[in-house]
């Protein structure tokens, strides 16, 4: 009886996780679209295809719901990023522009668009910004690692975790400058530049 109960909870499991994964995804999407103001619990259950209860289930405030989401999405990121350079941890990266682009990408898409509006919030909302600082800074520490990690960077050096540092925080301004116009052109034009600095400064 014991292994039958087992058995019918695990597709329910399943489904539960199904549904947390749809509700994360467009609560970034409706945040990424609509801003702070726009997207509620309701907005973001109704583009999930789940009730509003389920959605409360699974996370009982706005703010829980949209913190998980920005983490969530990071961290799916995050894995595809390693899977994107697999031979990274073994000394310096073969093709550092690859990387230093893979990086910048991270700061132009729909995933910095979400964060972005999360710290626009944070401003002004008292219970949401702990979470967000606390938030931006477990996702900063694990950007600054995969950089880290995929550049090849020896931090124990004089000036290199500066330089990593530094080349994140200058792709978090081109992932703002970005947001109102296409900044493609100029943004290729500072990347070969940057990679070409890190080469230098990571040799």
């Known amino acids: 009886m014991g292994a039958v109960t087992a058995a019918d909870r695990r597709p329910k499991q399943d489904r539960s996780r199904a549904t947390r994964q749809r509700l994360l995804q467009a609560a970034v999407a ?3 679209e609509h801003g702070w103001a726009g997207s509620t619990v309701s907005v973001v259950a109704e583009r ?4 509003r209860g389920a959605a409360q289930h699974h996370f009982p405030t706005r703010e ?3 913190t998980a989401a920005v983490e969530y999405v990071a961290e799916e ?4 990023l390693r899977a994107l350079f697999p031979q990274s941890g073994q000394g310096p990266a073969g093709d550092r522009r690859a990387v230093v682009t893979a990086l910048v990408d991270l700061y132009t898409g729909p995933l910095f668009r979400a964060a972005l509006h999360l710290w626009v919030a944070a401003c002004n909302e ?4 702990p979470r967000v600082t606390e938030l931006e800074a477990r996702v900063g520490r694990e950007n600054h690692r995969i950089a880290v990690e995929l550049l090849g960077a020896d931090e124990s050096r004089p000036g290199v975790r500066e330089s990593v540092q530094g080349f994140l925080d200058m792709a978090r ?3 703002l400058a970005n947001l109102l116009t296409d900044d493609t052109a100029r943004r290729e034009r500072v990347v070969a530049q940057w990679a070409a600095l890190l080469d230098e400064a990571l040799r």
């Open 30 to 32: 409706c945040l990424a």
């Open 48 to 51: 999930a295809g789940v009730s």
């Open 64 to 66: 829980d719901l949209f």
């Open 77 to 80: 990121r995050s894995t595809a």
């Open 126 to 129: 008292d219970q949401l910004r």
């Open 173 to 175: 301004g081109l992932g």
